[in-house]
């Protein structure tokens, strides 16, 4: 099975690059495999998901939208959060 095209966007990028060499350290694949493995998928505006997962014992958010025209996925950004997600985020 194929895997879908991800994309990047300059704000996910900056974020990786800003997390790069600290203790939050996150990498493209880890984003990936979150959006494809998320423990809670929660729809927000303008046709965007935020798919949350816990990884190394920190809770991540990556804010994405499927694009199917283009069959692939745009990662918005991605945030490290200081605790899982809540009713209020979901």
Do not use: C
Request: charged residues 30%; without cysteine.
């Amino acid at each position: 099975m194929e895997r879908p095209a991800f994309r990047f966007g300059r704000h996910a990028r900056n974020r990786l690059r800003w997390y790069r060499g600290t203790w939050r350290e996150i990498s493209e694949d880890e984003v990936i495999d979150i959006v494809t493995r998320a423990a809670v998928v929660v729809p927000t505006v303008k046709g965007r998901s935020n798919a949350w997962q816990r990884l190394r014992g920190n809770w991540y958010r990556v804010s994405y939208i499927h694009e199917p025209q283009r069959s692939s996925t745009f990662i918005v950004t991605v945030t490290l959060m200081e605790h899982r997600p809540t009713e209020e985020d979901i």
